[in-house]
């Protein structure tokens, strides 16, 4: 019973941290599908989107929920400016290029954060710090529960938003055809801005959930490689995946911190990531695709 | 203006384009070779560093500039070179086997690792070498009974031909040969059918495809010659710092590598040297202007990689030619005087590439 007990528990806690390595996928995911570009600083948006809702929550003594809200209205304006100013400029330059900016920016992101907020770690108060809920007999941490429930939501709003609003739909089009979708009408680089904000705005509500976990701080960037073996285990294409492959790293890593030693747990999630390349590199959930010239 | 007219295909395919080159490459090959008879201790230290780097640069200058792989992994091999050298030599086996050894193990781990992510699209080999290399980290840190783990390695000393190779001046022209030797087997790659096929392969995947090259093949060898070198400048690296420890080989390292070709200017083996030029030489300026900064920004912990960033997002959207495209430039203005238009290099309008599979 203590050993189901103790499993159900690590299921837990990975879920909730898969959860967070899912939402980062998510935008790499979201940015990719798009705009053929893969963003190496989402990692680094996190913590940005994490410091200043500190700053909003600690500093300025919001409330927590108007707080959370602005940090991500601001940081996906953060993100829309990105594109805009920096990302469009590299189009048509081959995909490396792009690789190394974005990796340059998290650099620059992260010395940025550290002159403005120090480089200790901060954390604020949540409604869900050091809470637990009682379920059938389970004892749950809530900052846990708030992580699943948050990203739940999340998706159900995403979808919604990609199925049913003009906006979404256009974004759909764009891409899947940028030039199709220019021909129709469809503002392709504002739509591409504007996904590069909600991308960014992912990211910030990811620290905002993972802030009651664990502490931000200036090199809480790095999550952002491990969030790549969750978009490998996905497919690189797919939001549900992306997600899927999320909680499977999460759950994989509490495990391996559980039964291997010390030092082990940090890089399962790398592990994870380049047996998925040998074994299935397309991901779980590929699509069949062929080459047009 | 110098005009060349080609006549035969020997020509054009010639390592030396014309006797210019031959003069001022005859002239710096003297210059270095006298150098540590001019030059003091430290100079010829910081000088072999910089050769070192730009092995590694030469090496990563294949994959990325010329055949438009990116890996954010190549810490990793340098570390596997310098652990392979230094362990080898540890056990008596000579000098001369164990560079050459590094280099082929370290290439073939780069095989082992890019054969099935280049199945994929470039994008899979930057993550998946950006994993590899945390893991190899790692594994430099936890195998203590051959690394030594954090308490470090020490690396002996090597012999060539009964001759210790000791000091700056020693690593200075091993390292030096090794350059020469890194840069000849380059640029007669790059004229070979196998370079020619790596260039096809960053200009489009599609047409290179199309004229029959074997993409996952030549991709595979580009990774692993471009590995090889590295190993080889990691085996000189564990002799330039004499004492391995596991946390040198970063992602920091890889990115300072990355560096070097991106300000170099991708596509140019001349870039790759004065790329590592400035790697080598950035911070040993943050060092000495450190002091003299306002508002106390040389004290902050994190000045030296975000000032990589800096240089790197800068290269990128204002001088895509890098160190070389700018010395391109300073020539043509030169040679053209005074008939330098403003429209003389400006960058054709691009469009949106697709690599995507539908």
Redesign the interface.
């Known amino acids: 019973m203590e050993d189901a007990a103790r499993i159900l528990q690590l299921v837990v806690n990975g879920a909730a941290s898969g959860c967070i390595y899912g939402l980062i996928a998510l935008g790499f995911v979201l940015i990719y599908k798009a705009t053929e570009m893969v963003n190496f600083a989402q990692g680094d948006v996190m913590m940005l989107g994490g410091f200043v809702a500190f700053s909003l929550i600690a500093n300025f003594h919001l409330p927590y929920w108007v707080g959370g809200i602005l940090a991500i209205l601001i940081t996906a304006a953060f993100g829309y400016a990105l594109d805009a100013l920096v990302l469009r400029r590299v189009i048509g330059q081959p995909q490396f290029a792009v690789v190394m900016l974005t990796l340059g920016l998290g650099f620059i992101f992260r010395a940025a954060a550290g002159i403005t907020w120090g480089y200790d770690s901060v954390g604020f108060n949540t409604p869900f710090t050091n809470k637990t809920a009682n379920i059938g007999g389970l004892v749950l941490g809530e900052d846990n529960l708030s992580i699943i429930i948050g990203t739940v939501l999340l998706c159900g709003v995403l979808y919604l938003f990609f199925s049913k609003t003009r906006v979404g739909v256009a974004m759909q089009a764009a891409s899947q055809n940028q030039l199709a979708a220019y021909y129709m009408g469809i503002p392709v680089r504002t739509i591409f801005s504007l996904i590069w904000a909600i991308s960014a705005g992912v990211a910030c509500l990811a620290g905002i959930l993972l802030s009651p976990v664990s502490m931000i701080d200036v090199n809480m960037g790095f999550l952002g490689i491990k969030a790549f073996a969750a978009a490998v285990i996905g497919g690189f294409g797919s939001i549900p995946g992306s997600l899927i492959g999320g909680v499977i790293v999460g759950i994989v890593e509490q495990f391996a911190g559980y039964k291997l030693p010390a030092g082990f747990q940090e890089v399962t999630s790398n592990v994870v990531l380049l047996l998925m390349l040998f074994i299935r590199p397309q991901g779980l959930f590929a699509e069949r695709m062929g080459k047009r010239v | 203006m110098r005009y060349l007219f080609r006549t035969q295909y020997q020509q054009d395919i010639a390592l030396w384009r014309h006797n210019g080159d031959r003069f001022w490459y005859g002239l710096l090959a003297v210059l270095v070779l006298v150098a540590p008879a001019l030059l003091g201790e430290f100079y010829i230290g910081e000088l072999g560093a910089v050769f070192i780097f730009a092995i590694a640069g030469v090496g990563l200058m294949l994959l ?1 500039g010329y055949t ?3 890996s ?1 992994g190549h810490a990793a091999f340098l570390g596997i070179g310098a652990y392979v050298n230094a362990v080898l030599l540890a056990q008596g086996v000579p000098f001369l086997v164990t560079l050459p050894l590094a280099g082929l193990f370290t290439a073939l781990c780069g095989a082992a ?1 890019g054969r ?2 280049l ?6 080999l ?3 070498t ?3 290399g ?2 190899v980290g ?1 594994i430099f ?2 195998w203590t009974a051959v690394t030594g783990g954090f308490d470090g390695f020490a690396v002996p000393t090597p012999y060539v031909f009964g001759i210790a190779i000791e000091g700056a001046t020693g690593i200075y022209y091993v390292s030096l040969v090794v350059l020469a030797f890194v840069l000849w087997v380059s640029a007669n790659l790059l004229r070979s059918p196998t370079g020619r096929a790596m260039v096809a392969i ?1 200009d489009s995947e ?1 047409s290179a495809q ?1 004229m029959g090259i074997h993409l996952a093949r030549y991709k595979t060898m580009a990774f692993a010659i471009s590995a090889g070198m590295t190993g080889l400048a990691g085996a000189l690296f564990a002799h330039y710092v004499r004492y391995l420890a596991p946390d040198a080989f970063d992602v920091l390292l890889s ?1 300072q590598f ?1 560096t070097i070709v ?1 300000v170099g200017g991708l596509g140019s083996l001349r870039g790759a040297i004065l790329g590592a030029m400035f790697v080598r030489l950035l911070p040993q300026f943050i060092a000495v202007v450190r002091d003299d900064l306002p508002f106390g920004i040389g004290r ?4 030296e ?2 000032l ?6 800068f290269v ?2 204002f001088q ?1 030619g890098g160190l070389n495209g700018m010395w391109l430039k300073t020539k043509h203005w030169f040679q053209t005087f005074p008939f330098k238009r403003q429209t003389s290099f400006r960058r054709q309008k ?9």
């Open positions: 990325v438009g792989l990116i954010l690792i099935p992510t199945r994929m699209s470039g994008l899979y930057a993550i998946a950006l994993a590899f945390s893991i790692t840190q936890k960053r599609v199309s990115v990355v991106f902050l912990p994190g000045l990689p975000s990589f960033g800096l240089v790197l997002v990128i959207l895509p691009t469009y949106a590439k697709s690599e995507r599979l539908r």
